[in-house]
């Protein structure tokens, strides 16, 4: 049995296999947030079943108490207890892809009772403090990180924001996107939150909550349907937006829009 | 015809900004922008408050007249319970 501990955000998760392959797996993707110290979740993997197939799409449903969600894809299945912060996954076979999906789906539940969001954006940390640039694929979430050769990368996919007392705090992920590099293993407080687009020119122009609330929704990966936990994660959105700036950020692809986002 | 309470989902999310609500279905995750009118009347749809009591206090705080406030409340209200948002009743519903 081969035991490893991944820290992401603050939390740290034990993972528990039986299968060297999958060791190598959690070994080599989680490389810069493999930690030390008493974990706060653990997940038991098992080994392949053999390749049957779960269910086509993701599908995320509360099974047997209102903690305990059954997780299932076509690649995995298994189970998240959000009070017991435990959970098993069967694979079908030892892929990265298919441990990084369910544990982005581990820590969209696991973050809501910390109040903490898995948001689909970019985040960059600039003298010592983060910015979230958030949209879906193709709005310039990697071409943002990758024109900001001096700042220090979280993620350029798939960001953690947590709130507390009124301030929000953004951390690195190792889930990466297009850029294909792992976010650097750290926390700074979050400045603004920059909706983007590509455009003709650098614009920066300042949101309300309740429109920035409508734009961030979407962005936020969350995949149970439970109305009660459905609620937690509009709460901790509804809170962030009112904590933090919002922005709709039009850019072209030049590091311009640092500028623009300065004279805000 | 008969007076009207409305209720609001128990399933539902929302907070208000600068007097206008913004309402999540759980359902379908879709968020629901309402502007100040509709966010009085959705304020109001505590299970207690005559849907003829929010018609007046519509007339009176927006300087609307009663028919065209009655007609764009009633069809308000069908709408966000065709969404799932709120339920229609014809006795007063007790506090959950």
């Known amino acids: 049995m081969v035991e490893l501990s991944i820290g992401i955000a603050g939390l740290r998760t034990a993972v528990i296999t039986r299968d060297p392959d999958v060791a190598t797996v959690v070994r080599d993707r989680y490389e810069g947030f493999l930690s030390t110290g008493p974990a706060d979740w653990r997940i038991e993997i098992s080994p392949p079943s053999g390749g049957v197939p779960f269910s086509k799409d993701v599908v995320v449903r509360r099974d047997g108490g209102p ?60 003298d010592g403090a983060a910015y979230l640039f958030c949209g879906p694929s193709g709005s310039g979430k990697t071409t943002v990180a990758r024109l900001s050769t001096d700042a220090t990368l979280l993620s350029d996919e798939l960001s953690i924001v947590r709130i507390a007392e009124g301030y929000a705090m ?43 609330l409508a734009r961030l929704l979407p962005n936020v990966l969350f995949f149970a349907r439970e109305a009660d936990v459905t609620a937690a994660v509009f709460r901790i959105a509804a809170d962030l937006v009112e904590a933090v700036p919002c922005f709709d950020l039009s850019f072209r692809p030049d590091p311009g829009f640092w500028e623009v986002i300065r004279n805000a | 015809m008969p007076e009207a309470y409305l209720t609001q989902s128990p399933r539902t999310a929302w907070r208000v900004y600068d007097g206008e609500a913004a309402v999540l279905c759980p359902d379908d995750s879709t968020l629901n922008s309402l502007n100040a009118v509709g966010t009085l009347i959705w304020e109001s749809a505590d299970g207690k408050t005559a849907v003829s009591a929010i018609v007046a206090r519509i007339c009176e705080e927006f300087d609307v007249d009663p028919e065209r406030a009655e007609r764009d409340t009633m069809a308000f209200i069908a709408k966000l319970r065709e969404r799932g948002l709120l339920t229609v009743s014809e006795t007063l519903q007790q506090a959950p």
């Open chain 1, 67 to 126: 903690a305990r969600f059954s997780v299932r894809r076509h690649d995995f299945a298994g189970t998240v207890d959000v009070s017991e912060r435990t959970a098993d996954l069967t694979l079908t076979s030892p892929d990265d892809v298919s441990i990084n999906s369910f544990l982005r789906i581990l820590y969209s539940l696991a973050l809501v009772e910390t109040r903490g969001l898995v948001v689909h954006a970019a985040s960059l940390v600039r």
């Open chain 1, 170 to 212: 953004c951390f690195g992920t190792p889930f990466r996107g297009e850029l294909a590099l792992a976010g650097e293993d750290r926390a700074a407080p979050l400045i603004g939150i920059y909706f983007l687009h590509h455009g003709g020119r650098h614009a920066v122009e300042a949101l309300g909550p309740k429109e920035a």
